[in-house]
């Protein structure tokens, strides 16, 4: 059996955490000391038993004396009938180690020891990007409730329990550390999977321009020895007196690069909504498309260190892209120092390129110009990130800001002059929303 622990009665870590209040770092608080050591129940009477021998030394009246024997009485009654516990260890138990965003965490800790022991009193110190919703305490186990609040890669942190003798006078610590969990960005909702004019030879569920074998029926032409006499255009034929027999468009599968711009992470400072965090939820809905569609999804993140995948494809293959990013929010450990160069591995040639930025660092820049060199097709999915707050009656930063907007302009309209499809993808909005101008017409690519 394990019991609630009410909010007041717990322990000071236990109620930061419930309330969620972290202490800003992702360190790790000192090691607990090792061995018994007095506990507060022990410091409490033997406070009052001090004071009152104190008393009585000061003034001088033997009768004081007395005040001290009940709580030294206390102690004597608490004394533990039996041996404390030597051998105290702490194992947890984390189910489960991957989830989306706002998904629950089930944590066990499970405390072994010999010999007879009191209460358990856990104090829990939580990692960033999780929120402490419930915790329970029984005889030998320490239970808790957690909730993914924002995805990355995150250190769960440490439960340090305190072991309690019989009576109460003496505690030992163990720790038991939790270790990392992955969180998963929730995909935006995406079902449109737009395609560059020209796709690889394999075949998919994606309509070519190309003649072959599929089910999208272009037109008619005169029948060729060898073809299928069930495909015969008898209107076709009867009109013009000849055989003729219908003509279907290949189907392809396509190859598509997500690139994602980690430069750095704006807020908004009107909702409060995260750059970084749109993007990848922009991003993982652009994945799920692509690869329900059969097609091979690559993916590429740049800023600090740059990471990448090949493209591949499966269902299963989504969990291995989103794995291969998490790093860059490890504990909010990601940098910004530098770019190098894409590796030609990264952006498969003819690959549909999906460049997702706030667009508001000039090095993004840089990267277009490597991809479109490459002659990818490509498309600028923006994440717009608010305007910025101007106090009123304040003129200078007003022209600031019209300032501010017209070099945004100028920077889409020169994406615009090189080729490359921009679109914005507002939060809360659909992705397909943002997807569907690119569907009027199929995405061209650059020229070497």
Same mark, same amino acid.
């Given at each position: 059996?394990?019991?609630?622990?009410?909010?007041?009665?717990?322990?000071?870590?236990?109620?930061?955490?419930?309330?969620?209040? *972290?202490?800003?770092?992702?360190?790790?608080?000192?090691?607990?000391?090792?061995?018994?050591?007095?506990?507060?129940?022990?410091?409490?009477?033997?406070?009052?038993?001090?004071?009152?021998?104190?008393?009585?030394?000061?003034?001088?009246?033997?009768?004081?004396?007395? $005040?001290?024997?009940?709580?030294?009485? $206390?102690?004597?009654?608490?004394?533990?009938?039996?041996?404390?516990?030597?051998?105290?260890?702490?194992?947890?138990?984390?189910?489960?180690?991957?989830?989306?965003?706002?998904?629950?965490?089930?944590?066990?800790?499970?405390?072994?020891?010999?010999?007879?022991?009191?209460?358990?009193?856990?104090?829990?110190?939580?990692?960033?990007?999780?929120?402490?919703? *419930?915790?329970?305490?029984?005889?030998?186990?320490?239970?808790?409730?957690?909730?993914?609040?924002? &995805?990355?890669?995150?250190?769960?942190? %440490?439960?340090?329990?305190?072991?309690?003798?019989?009576?109460?006078?003496?505690?030992?610590?163990?720790?038991?550390?939790?270790?990392?969990?992955?969180?998963?960005?929730?995909? #935006?909702?995406?079902?449109?999977?737009?395609?560059?004019?020209?796709?690889?030879?394999?075949?998919?569920?994606?309509?070519?321009?190309?003649? #072959?074998?599929?089910?999208?029926?272009?037109?008619?032409?005169?029948?060729?020895? #060898?073809?299928?006499?069930?495909?015969?255009? &008898?209107?076709?034929?009867?009109?013009?007196?000849?055989?003729?027999?219908?003509?279907?468009?290949?189907?392809?599968?396509?190859?598509?690069?997500?690139?994602?711009?980690?430069?750095?992470?704006?807020?908004?400072?009107? !909702?409060?909504? !995260?750059?970084?965090?749109?993007?990848?939820?922009?991003?993982?809905?652009?994945?799920?498309?692509?690869?329900?569609?059969?097609?091979?999804?690559?993916?590429?993140?740049?800023?600090?260190?740059?990471?990448?995948?090949?493209?591949?494809?499966?269902?299963?293959?989504?969990?291995?892209?989103?794995?291969?990013?998490?790093?860059?929010?490890? =504990?909010?450990?990601?940098?910004?120092?530098?770019? !190098?160069?894409?590796?030609?591995?990264?952006?498969?040639?003819?690959?549909?390129?999906?460049?997702?930025?706030?667009?508001? =660092?000039?090095?993004?820049?840089?990267?277009?110009?490597?991809? @479109?060199?490459?002659?990818?097709?490509?498309?600028?999915?923006?994440?717009?990130? #608010?305007?910025?707050?101007?106090?009123?009656?304040?003129?200078?930063?007003?022209?600031?800001?019209?300032?501010?907007?017209?070099?945004?302009?100028?920077? @889409?309209?020169?994406?615009?002059?090189?080729?490359?499809?921009?679109?914005?993808?507002?939060?809360?909005?659909?992705?397909?929303?943002?997807?569907?101008?690119?569907?009027? %017409?199929?995405? *061209?690519?650059?020229? @070497?």
């Amino acid at each position: 059996m394990t019991d609630p622990v009410p909010a007041r009665g717990a322990a000071a870590a236990v109620r930061r955490a419930l309330d969620g209040r *972290h202490d800003g770092t992702a360190e790790p608080p000192p090691p607990p000391p090792p061995g018994w050591r007095v506990g507060e129940r022990v410091l409490r009477l033997g406070t009052l038993a001090v004071v009152a021998l104190a008393a009585a030394l000061v003034t001088g009246r033997p009768w004081v004396l007395a $005040l001290a024997a009940a709580p030294l009485a $206390l102690i004597a009654l608490t004394l533990p009938s039996g041996p404390r516990p030597e051998a105290v260890t702490a194992e947890a138990e984390v189910e489960p180690r991957r989830c989306f965003e706002g998904e629950q965490l089930r944590v066990r800790i499970t405390v072994s020891y010999d010999g007879e022991s009191g209460r358990l009193d856990p104090g829990v110190t939580l990692g960033h990007g999780v929120g402490l919703d *419930h915790l329970a305490v029984g005889p030998h186990r320490v239970d808790l409730v957690l909730t993914a609040q924002r &995805w990355g890669r995150w250190t769960l942190g %440490t439960v340090d329990v305190d072991v309690y003798d019989r009576g109460g006078l003496a505690r030992r610590t163990v720790r038991a550390e939790l270790g990392e969990v992955a969180v998963f960005p929730l995909p #935006g909702h995406a079902g449109l999977t737009p395609i560059p004019v020209r796709l690889p030879q394999r075949l998919g569920e994606h309509t070519a321009v190309q003649r #072959g074998e599929g089910v999208e029926v272009t037109g008619v032409h005169p029948y060729v020895r #060898g073809e299928r006499q069930r495909r015969v255009h &008898w209107p076709a034929t009867t009109r013009r007196g000849a055989l003729q027999v219908h003509q279907f468009a290949a189907e392809r599968t396509a190859d598509t690069v997500v690139l994602l711009d980690v430069l750095a992470d704006v807020v908004d400072p009107v !909702s409060g909504t !995260s750059s970084l965090d749109e993007t990848f939820r922009t991003a993982a809905g652009l994945v799920r498309a692509y690869l329900r569609t059969h097609d091979r999804v690559g993916v590429v993140s740049v800023g600090g260190a740059t990471r990448w995948l090949q493209p591949g494809s499966g269902q299963g293959y989504f969990y291995r892209i989103v794995e291969s990013v998490l790093e860059v929010r490890k =504990d909010r450990a990601y940098r910004t120092e530098g770019l !190098s160069l894409l590796p030609p591995p990264a952006l498969p040639e003819g690959a549909l390129v999906y460049v997702i930025t706030p667009l508001t =660092d000039q090095r993004i820049l840089d990267i277009l110009h490597q991809v @479109r060199a490459r002659a990818n097709p490509t498309v600028v999915v923006e994440i717009p990130t #608010g305007d910025p707050v101007v106090a009123p009656g304040d003129t200078e930063g007003e022209l600031a800001l019209r300032l501010w907007r017209a070099d945004r302009d100028a920077m @889409r309209f020169a994406l615009v002059e090189r080729g490359i499809a921009v679109v914005t993808h507002r939060p809360g909005e659909t992705l397909d929303l943002a997807l569907a101008p690119l569907l009027r %017409t199929r995405i *061209h690519g650059g020229t @070497r």
